[in-house]
């Protein structure tokens, strides 16, 4: 009998959340619990409760968001976290009324026996206030079996939460290390640095009379957010009004009331002025009144302001109000369907409305870099420190997984799994197992030097690769040499937009820009050569017919969305 072996009910892989079923020996842990609802459970499930103990690493929704369910569905199934974790976790169900308390809370570091064999021991996993790593024992006459599942984890400090304590851990040897691929192999400049190249936008935009919208999570980057924006030298001092909606601030309150769990750093910030709400010290940090008419008020003027919002409220809500063009910045959260970004370019896709406000120059939406995850490297040094004997990714999609198994120094040393939703992995501990070839990610392919260009032609194999549809997506790549070697990149529509943006057509050009037949970027002249392509606003055909004017020097903004066959950012978001 194999005494390991996980059973994922949800790997995080696009937007099914991370919910996994350890067995160790006779015992069922389910971890985490991020699931849309409890169906997957009940399907795969025995008879009876679905686990022996469920542990939840942390409060973002796609670790928790089921667990309410599930604790309605099975009553008497035990639920632990963090004590922090315990506290944060009703802002997953603001809309209910009396959520009640079902997590039980865990101190840190100190191994609690759950049954005759079987213990958990916490550490702090960075990330999120509150957020877990756990070390699972399972212990037999013979020997001790070790599972450390990192839930989601970050070894650097951010504003609010110290990073994973990777001294601690070192040389721990789990036999199965779970843990996160959310980054894949990419690197990320440090923390410090992000949060300078974001502070520089914000401060950018301002300068340039525009307000500056931040649709996010109730949890963790707001949060994060207002102290870079209390702290950092850009904005100190500064007649800036910093606006928060219900949703944010229900975070920044339940983050009041678990200061004395936050860094020293900041609890001693919290003893000479207030942590979020200040009317006093510039710049100035308030809420949103939900109000309409008062919201008008306050975001009527003739000054830039920063507002935070939840991911799900319509931008138009804020584009209709103020005097001032609108920066809506969205994090960036690569390779996932139903982050921000992406759904944010669906919403505008689908939005006639914001549509002609980017036209019109009234919304310009950009993205901003700061990590809650690990990059490449960062994850696999917890693995070199760790040194596990098995390890298995989860919560990242499925290419960025391969990335990951597909290196060499994790190949030869470990035993590498991506499991999928459903089928259950066994985790073979001693005993001989042979690591499967590496994906073949190499591709061979021939150039070509023409008197004024260079052809480069590549297997068709490489567009079966997810990544391939965000190089391609307008046909335009830019180069770079790095050291010895040519490095390629496509050039997203976002980017292009923006360009376009910066490069304005005078109208009496004849040009794609005001072209009739050019609508999203694309040309629908079926008497076109370019009929179907992605063009550029300085763009050139022989058959091109101008806009109808509108008597006031102005022009016909296209529908987009009458189109037939009009694709907006999709595989870019998802890339």
């Not at 309410?68 to 997953?92: C, K, M």
């Not at 100190?110 to 079987?118: T, V």
């Not at 070894?155 to 199965?176: A, Q, T, Y």
Request: with cysteine.
């Amino acid at each position: 009998m194999t005494e390991l072996a996980c059973l994922p009910y949800g790997v995080g892989a696009t937007d099914e959340g991370v919910c996994l079923r350890l067995q160790m020996g006779p015992y069922r842990i389910l971890l985490d619990c991020g699931l849309s609802s409890v169906a997957p459970i009940l399907e795969l499930g025995s008879e009876g409760l679905p686990a022996d103990v469920v542990l939840c690493t942390h409060a973002h929704a796609d670790h928790a968001q089921c667990l309410l369910d599930l604790h309605r569905a099975f009553p008497q199934l035990p639920i632990y976290a963090s004590e922090v974790t315990t506290q944060l976790l009703p802002l997953n169900w603001l809309d209910e009324d009396d959520v009640p308390a079902f997590c039980q809370a865990l101190p840190w570091r100190s191994p609690i026996e759950f049954f005759e064999g079987l213990s958990v021991e916490l550490f702090p996993a960075g990330h999120l206030p509150g957020a877990a790593a756990c070390l699972l024992t399972y212990s037999t006459r013979d020997r001790d079996f070790t599972v450390f599942y990192t839930g989601d984890f970050f070894l650097s400090n951010s504003r609010l939460v110290d990073g994973m304590p990777l001294d601690e851990l070192r040389g721990l040897r789990p036999d199965v290390l779970i843990l996160e691929g959310s980054y894949g192999t990419a690197r990320h400049p440090h923390r410090r640095q992000q949060e300078n190249q974001l502070a520089e936008r914000i401060n950018q935009a301002i300068a340039d009379q525009q307000s500056v919208l931040f649709p996010m999570p109730t949890l963790g980057l707001g949060q994060e957010l207002l102290m870079l924006l209390r702290s950092h030298h850009y904005f100190t001092g500064r007649d800036v009004d910093i606006w928060v909606d219900e949703a944010i601030a229900a975070g920044c309150d339940a983050y009041l009331n678990l200061l004395p769990h936050l860094p020293s750093s900041v609890q001693n910030f919290a003893r000479h002025q207030p942590l979020f709400w200040d009317e006093r010290i510039r710049p100035r940090v308030r809420r949103l009144p939900q109000d309409p008419a008062l919201q008008a008020i306050a975001l009527t003027g003739q000054k830039p302001c920063i507002v935070l919002t939840h991911h799900e409220t319509d931008l138009m809500r804020y584009v209709q109000l103020g005097n001032l063009p609108w920066l809506a910045l969205l994090p960036q959260q690569p390779g996932r369907p139903g982050a921000i970004e992406a759904m944010t370019y669906r919403k505008v896709k689908a939005s006639a409305p914001l549509q002609a406000a980017i036209q019109a120059g009234r919304l310009e939406l950009d993205t901003y870099l700061l990590g809650e995850h690990c990059d490449g490297p960062s994850t696999t040094q917890l693995i070199h420190n760790l040194r596990p004997q098995h390890v298995v990714f989860v919560h990242g999609p499925s290419n960025y997984l391969a990335d990951l198994t597909g290196l060499e120094e994790l190949q030869t040393r470990y035993q590498l799994h991506t499991p999928a939703a459903g089928i259950e992995v066994e985790l073979p501990v001693g005993e001989t197992f042979l690591q499967p070839a590496a994906p073949d990610t190499q591709y061979e392919g021939e150039i070509l030097e023409l008197e004024h260009s260079i052809v480069m032609s590549l297997p068709d194999s490489i567009t079966t690769d997810p990544r391939w549809h965000h190089l391609a997506d307008t046909g335009i790549v830019e180069a770079r040499w790095q050291g010895e070697a040519l490095v390629i990149r496509g050039v997203p529509q976002r980017e292009l937009l923006g360009r376009g943006r910066e490069f304005r057509v005078s109208p009496e050009v004849e040009c794609c820009e005001n072209c009739i037949h050019c609508r999203g970027q694309r040309c629908w002249n079926q008497a076109s050569p370019l009929y179907g392509f992605r063009v550029t606003p300085d763009g050139y055909c022989p058959v091109f017919e101008p806009l109808p004017e509108l008597g006031l020097g102005g022009f016909a903004l296209p529908d987009f969305m009458d189109e037939p066959g009009f694709e907006a950012d999709d595989t870019e978001a998802q890339g």
